[in-house]
């Protein structure tokens, strides 16, 4: 990461995490950085942390690129990845 300008924002497991709260606490970090569209906001862990990283993303800029990176296991070899992608880091998705 030498010569790039990033941040964290670390957030506790568990759907109560899910908040306002914390989507601004990511909007503030992106705010601090000056994030514009050729930034990324990178999630790593499991499904509260991309749906807040998606929306927050999304909330900030049109076009920022998003990567989830999750953490937890799926239930079955078979899941729907990219519906449940899709549907959880819309303006509607939580």
């Not at 499991?46 to 749906?51: A, L």
């Not at 989830?68 to 729907?80: E, G, L, R, Y």
Request: net charge negative; aromatic share 6%; glycine share 12%.
């Amino acid at each position: 990461l030498d010569g790039l300008r990033w941040s964290s924002v670390l957030l506790e497991d568990g759907e109560a995490h899910k908040s306002f709260a914390n989507v601004g606490r990511a909007l503030e970090a992106l705010a601090a950085l000056g994030a514009t569209r050729d930034a990324c906001v990178i999630a790593l862990g499991g499904g509260v942390v991309g749906d807040l990283a998606g929306y927050s993303a999304a909330c900030w800029m049109r076009g920022i690129d998003f990567v989830q990176m999750p953490t937890t296991q799926p239930p079955s070899a078979i899941t729907q990845a990219p519906v449940s992608v899709a549907a959880s880091t819309s303006a509607c998705g939580w």
